[in-house]
């Protein structure tokens, strides 16, 4: 019979990270929304983000090389703290509560 095994417990430190249960799709998507692929081009020098770029083949890349998910992953941390895009945040909110 199989050993069955078992699940690690995410620690609280884990849990408490800002990018805890955010996929990278999510990730990408919105800084791609907020700033665009030119500044994503220009912040992470890869040629993904520079000709012809694509959500799916931008992922593949983000999920092979770690140093240009982190890039993309920050990034995103500092979109998060920015009061413009909490704005825009707040009215997509209320838009959908309507």
């Known amino acids: 019979m199989p050993v069955k ?10 849990l ?30 890869i040629l993904c983000f520079k000709h012809n ?3 799916k083949v931008s992922l593949k890349f983000l999920r092979k090389f770690d140093w ?5 992953e920050d990034i995103y941390m500092d ?3 920015e009061e413009v895009y909490q704005r825009v945040l707040a009215k997509k909110k209320a838009e959908n509560k309507i």
């Open 5 to 14: 095994k078992i699940k690690r417990q995410a620690t609280q430190a884990e």
């Open 16 to 45: 408490d990270h800002p990018l805890h249960g955010v996929k990278l799709v999510t990730i990408l998507e919105d800084v791609v929304d907020f700033y665009g692929w030119e500044y994503l081009a220009k912040e992470v020098n």
């Open 53 to 55: 770029p694509t959500i």
């Open 68 to 72: 240009a998910r982190e890039h993309v």
């Open 79 to 81: 979109m998060l703290n």
